[in-house]
């Protein structure tokens, strides 16, 4: 068993700071580990975390458009499931992170193993 735990990492905290930076129905793109995740604010409150980075062609997902379930690139219209990261539209997947608040509604993304 323990080889196949070898190479995974621990699962790491980082606070991105406040959750209202991040208007509701918005995104933003964040610095995690030298890779770029975008997180997005829901409009229901909910909170997802993606690559912020299309596989297609580098698009800036952060600022795509989104709704409960998914987010379009702004640059050639891919879609992307926020849950699984899955594309609707037959591109790469995205990796997905898990954000959540701290108690004072600050947004905590989990790097890491699962």
């Known amino acids: 068993m323990s080889g196949m735990m070898s190479g995974m990492g621990s ?3 980082h606070n ?3 959750a209202d930076q991040i208007p509701p129905g918005e995104g933003r793109a964040f610095a995690v580990n030298g890779k770029q ?3 997005f604010r829901l409009r229901d409150g909910s909170l997802r975390a993606v690559s912020a980075v ?3 062609r580098g ?3 952060a600022d795509g458009t989104i709704d409960q379930q998914v987010v379009i690139c702004p640059l050639h219209q891919h879609a ?3 849950l699984s990261g ?3 539209t037959g591109t790469e997947p995205l990796a997905t992170y898990r954000v959540s608040l701290d108690g004072e ?4 993304l989990e790097t890491g193993a699962v």
């Open 80 to 82: 992307f499931d926020l």
């Open 16 to 18: 991105l700071g406040p």
């Open 59 to 61: 698009g800036p997902l």
């Open 86 to 88: 899955c594309s609707t």
């Open 105 to 108: 509604q600050n947004l905590v």
């Open 11 to 13: 699962v790491r905290s």
């Open 54 to 56: 299309c596989p297609h």
């Open 37 to 39: 995740v975008a997180v």
